[in-house]
């Protein structure tokens, strides 16, 4: 993973939080099938895929408020089901 670096030391803390962030994320989800992802165990609570999804949709918001205004092209992948912290919709094919 490429360092990143910043002039204003103060953010280094934030850098080093969503990068510690990011490793804790791709643990909790490693090995949960696509199939997994999608249950809702006979309830309405949020399947795997919408919760993931949801922290995605946030890490990006994040993102993009302290970038330089680049869009990356997979951030509209699940723009639309995600935006202004919408819930989840029933039937709605979540990336994965």
Same mark, same amino acid.
Do not use: C
């Given at each position: 993973?490429? %360092? #990143?670096?910043?002039? &204003?030391?103060?953010?280094?803390?934030?850098?080093? $939080?969503?990068?510690?962030?990011? !490793?804790?994320?791709?643990?909790?989800?490693?090995?949960?099938?696509?199939?997994? %992802? #999608?249950?809702?165990? &006979?309830?309405?609570?949020?399947?795997?895929?919408? $919760?993931?999804g949801s922290i995605? !949709?946030q890490r990006f918001?994040?993102?993009?408020?302290?970038?330089?205004?680049?869009?990356?092209?997979?951030?509209?992948?699940?723009?639309?089901?995600?935006?202004?912290?919408?819930?989840?919709?029933?039937?709605?094919?979540?990336?994965?």
């Amino acid at each position: 993973m490429k %360092a #990143i670096t910043t002039k &204003d030391s103060r953010m280094q803390s934030l850098i080093a $939080l969503y990068d510690l962030h990011t !490793q804790y994320f791709e643990s909790v989800l490693e090995g949960i099938s696509d199939e997994d %992802a #999608i249950k809702r165990l &006979d309830t309405k609570a949020n399947h795997i895929s919408w $919760l993931a999804g949801s922290i995605v !949709q946030q890490r990006f918001d994040v993102a993009n408020e302290i970038n330089t205004g680049k869009s990356d092209p997979i951030f509209a992948t699940g723009h639309e089901l995600l935006k202004d912290n919408q819930g989840i919709k029933d039937g709605a094919a979540y990336p994965s």
